[in-house]
């Protein structure tokens, strides 16, 4: 029996799944188009399994296109469109436009070539493939009304479901994914079935952030300092120096215009390097824990992907710190001098004055100890050692210790108050070294 045949066969015997397997394994070993009748059968079997993308996939590739798509969005909708207006429009160009125009978020102008592959390719879209293209342009309530009129399996309302949480519809998530368990699913669905509700169920009661695609993100959102993102792109000097720099995450430290400047996020954690960690309990997109790395990377606001997570201020305040007295300790004056725009703004973000508790590093201690300031210059501070009773502080001694501004200083230490019994003695050796720097 020949290929068209077989897969005729096995779809009237309901055996969707082996029409999938069969068709997938022909697409890869013969690279060989699809009969139309077969490509029904396949479509058919796609939709009944609650599978979306791979049918897009095949679609987008089915006609010959003059010209080849990239990661980048922004030029593929620029490209076809140039080719739209000197070839003939085939099935595969039209997919591509709604893909790429979902993308960068112009929602309303894939709802229109939506509209046209309706009208120009119906055999292709059944009403599962058409809510899943509706939703992703923000259509929910034409989707919806879909919905009511078409009795989905458990499979196709759970792709349903996972669609509705893409999009940032967390409580019509939760309530389609509990209808697709009631009415049963495969077993492919299951792990999906458990993540989804867990995240939309907390997320429902705590409003804790949940990762979104950017193109949906951006619509209520705003990117801050502290999101975590993927992103498509990043600078030559990253990608050349991490083999896994497209596939990491990104904690955002600054954004300066369409210039993201952001530190790598990682799960591997090395045991002998004291890096502040991000624990996976006290967020919900994390499935373990994390620490940031110390490369400042520079990424395109247009190149952002998704938005994983956003860090408590708490978390995101003392990763800086970490970063910071990290570089300081090691003293690697290259390492510095690459994350020169950080240093400088955290050492001018201190706004240090007199009085105040500071951490400083000596490296011929190998230590971090607390000082108190009592004068300065524009190089030095110049300080007493201090011993931490619970959250009150007295002096080591009142010997002056002079701290490097640049080199030294890792932090301000607002939560050590001096004790007030010093307050006196204190004073009058601040006194004694003023009157030593106005002679020199």
């Known amino acids: 029996m020949n290929f068209d045949l077989s897969i005729k066969e096995d779809f009237k015997l309901e055996k969707y799944a082996n029409v999938i397997k069969l068709v997938e394994k022909h697409l890869q070993e013969t690279k060989e188009k699809l009969s139309e009748e077969t490509l029904q059968y396949y479509l058919k079997s796609l939709s009944i399994y609650g599978i979306y993308d791979r049918a897009i996939k095949y679609l987008r590739w089915k006609s010959p296109k003059g010209y080849r798509t990239s990661k980048d969005s922004y030029q593929n909708v ?9 070839e003939e429009i085939s099935e595969s160009i039209l997919f591509d436009f709604y893909v790429s125009l979902i993308k960068i978020g ?13 009208k120009l390719y119906p055999q292709y879209i059944d009403d599962f493939m058409l809510v899943i293209m509706l939703l992703r342009c923000l259509k929910v309530s034409e989707a919806q009304e879909i919905m009511e009129k078409s009795d989905f399996n458990g499979n196709q309302l759970m792709k349903i479901g996972t669609t509705f949480y893409t999009i940032g519809k967390y409580d019509l998530a939760n309530k389609t994914i509990l209808d697709a ?18 995240i939309t169920s907390e997320h429902l009661k705590t409003h804790k952030f949940v990762s979104m695609k950017y193109e949906y993100f951006r619509i209520d959102n705003e990117l801050y300092q502290g999101d975590i993102i993927y992103a498509s792109d990043v600078d030559e000097y990253y990608k050349n120096i991490d083999p896994y720099a497209l596939k990491r995450t990104y904690m955002i430290w600054k954004i300066e215009g369409e210039k993201i400047y952001a530190f790598p996020v990682t799960n591997k954690i090395p045991k002998d390097i004291r890096r502040f960690k991000l624990f996976r309990q006290n967020y919900l997109n994390f499935d373990s824990d994390r620490s940031v790395k110390d490369d400042l990377v520079i990424i395109n606001k247009k190149d952002v992907e998704k938005v994983q997570e956003r860090l408590t201020s708490n978390d995101y305040l003392n990763v800086l710190s970490n ?27 201190f706004n240090i004055e007199e009085n ?68 006196n003695k204190i004073s009058d050796v601040k006194e004694k070294n003023k009157q030593k720097i106005i002679k020199k």
């Open 78 to 86: 620029k490209k076809i469109k140039e080719v739209m207006t000197k």
């Open 181 to 198: 368990r009631a009415k049963g699913f495969s077993n492919h669905f299951d792990s999906v079935f458990e993540k989804l509700y867990n």
């Open 323 to 349: 970063i910071y007295s990290g570089v300081i300790v090691s003293g690697n004056e290259e390492k510095r001098q690459m994350m020169k725009k950080f240093i400088d703004e955290m050492y001018n973000d």
């Open 106 to 118: 112009e929602f309303e102008n894939a709802n229109k070539i939506l509209k046209s592959i309706q």
């Open 356 to 423: 105040d508790i500071i951490v400083a590093y000596k490296k011929e201690d190998k230590s971090a100890k607390n000082y108190l300031v009592l004068d300065m210059d524009e190089d030095n501070l110049y300080c007493l050692e201090l011993i931490i009773s619970r959250t009150k502080a007295e002096p080591v001694s009142y010997n002056i210790t002079t701290i490097n501004k640049r080199n030294e200083l890792l932090r301000k230490n607002t939560s050590i108050k001096m004790d007030k019994r010093y307050n």
